[in-house]
């Protein structure tokens, strides 16, 4: 079964990564891939799609995570990644070998740790083959996330956003027809000694 990135989610405060279940009452309710724990998350969590995420290139565009996860299993096969945390030396050296065109500047080791960290997660629970991304009719990209660096789109899975309010046209004042009652004129009272 190939796993949808968008339902796969990383949440800010929590360890691991979960698999978005359903919309309920005020949250969302998600299940862990280590330990198959389902939890209730509240509208303050900062939840980000794996499918929002992107590595920063050198050329004007940015790898999307399923693409640098999927080139890591090629690159790996059926041997282990590299431990993270394990040296920043050593993470930039294996991902200069998997994904050559990163930018080194904007690329921290924190972020190559989290990717390390993901792919473990992901290998172990099977869920290393990817659904083909749908392409959205929108088609921006996000802000770059201000702690990782990384750009995002939203905090929410695509299956938890609500639909965008349609912008209404300012409302303007229609005149009032003859018959219409006229304002009852203001009395001052005023206290005399």
Known sequence: MKTDLTKILSIGGQPGLYLYLAQSNGGVVVESLTDSKRKWMGPSARMTSLSDISVYSQTED??????VLTRMKTFLKDEQAPVPGTGAQEMA???????????????YPSHMKKILDWYGILKAADRLEFEAPEEDAGGTAGEPDAESGKPEQASKPAAAKTPAKASRPAATKAAKPAS??????????????
């Open 62 to 67: 940015e790898i999307k995570l399923s693409e």
């Open 180 to 193: 219409a009652k006229a304002p009852k004129p203001v009395v001052k009272h005023t206290t005399q000694k």
């Open 93 to 107: 050296a294996f991902f200069e070998k998997v994904i050559p065109e990163y930018d080194k500047e904007r690329f």
